[in-house]
């Protein structure tokens, strides 16, 4: 199921950093076939095969397919998920996201 014991997680952590910088949604992007390693005992470290997010952090019109993780999140861990599609993501304890709030989504096994 995973193709080596590396992190090759499309984003990390995205979402408000201090208010004052970079406090803006990703829109629009396409993220497919990332990954988490398998040999951390961090759960994070092993969520989030597509995204691991802030918990204010959003991802709107976004396309998110095929990203796996080790633990929870394949497609998304965390985060404010608006309008986006999520497909064929894997996670052994959950599929499309975890720990996120969904709105207005359509997830696809």
Known sequence: MFPSQEVTRLL???GPLPLT???????GFTLTNGFTQ????NCQENSGGGVR???NA???DC???GN???????GVYGGILRHCSLVGNQGLGDGATSYAVVENCVLYS
């Open 12 to 14: 990390l952590q995205i």
């Open 53 to 55: 997010c802030e918990p």
């Open 38 to 41: 398998i040999l951390s005992t």
């Open 21 to 27: 910088t970079f406090n803006r949604p990703l829109i």
């Open 58 to 60: 959003m991802l709107s």
């Open 63 to 65: 396309f998110i397919i």
């Open 68 to 74: 796996r993780s080790y633990f929870l999140g394949g």
